[in-house]
């Protein structure tokens, strides 16, 4: 399966919502929060932050997304991360976070973090395997079960330019 990743657009907005709840439950965004970001993204003089869709090439379906949101002192959150439960485990995940992190490589940020719910192992494994670590806790972060996040965060590799 080819996958190619795209800047989210309006077009992708119902589908990205119905994954989001799909893979969020209780604390999933509504469409609108997506919809309110791309507004304040596109309209920024400067780059704040970008979401992303993973697409199946041909069919244009959306497989999964991402999103970076920049943060003080050259630090990037990884603010939103989710693969429909048909294409997990299919590289759909990797490619999603290999494609953010180049992302924060070229605009030179060196620390990228995300929070995942202490209880998701399954999420906190899949991270590990990308490279980022446990780096601290949010206590009672969730508020749909007063459950613990963990702040995760991978340090990124300055670009020196020079492909691989």
Request: glycine residues 10%; hydrophobic residues 45%; proline residues 3%.
């Amino acid at each position: 399966m080819d996958v190619l990743i795209k800047p989210m657009a309006d077009k992708h907005l119902d589908r990205v919502a119905a994954l989001e709840e799909t893979c969020f439950g209780a604390d999933a965004w509504p469409a609108e929060a997506f919809a309110e970001l791309l507004e304040i993204y596109g309209e920024s003089p400067d780059f704040r932050g970008q979401l992303w869709v993973a697409v199946e090439a041909g069919t244009e379906e959306v497989l999964g997304y991402a999103g970076l949101e920049l943060s003080s002192l050259g630090e990037a959150e990884l603010s939103n991360l989710a693969v429909s439960p048909a294409h997990r485990r299919q590289g759909v995940g990797q490619l999603l976070v290999a494609f953010v992190i180049g992302v924060c490589q070229e605009l030179g940020v060196s620390l990228l973090w995300l929070r995942v719910r202490k209880s998701n192992t399954g999420a906190v494994d899949f991270y590990t395997t990308c490279g980022f670590r446990v780096r601290g806790e949010f206590r009672a972060y969730y508020d749909s079960h007063h459950e613990d996040a963990l702040i995760m965060a991978v340090e990124i590799p300055e670009d020196t330019g020079e492909g691989t």
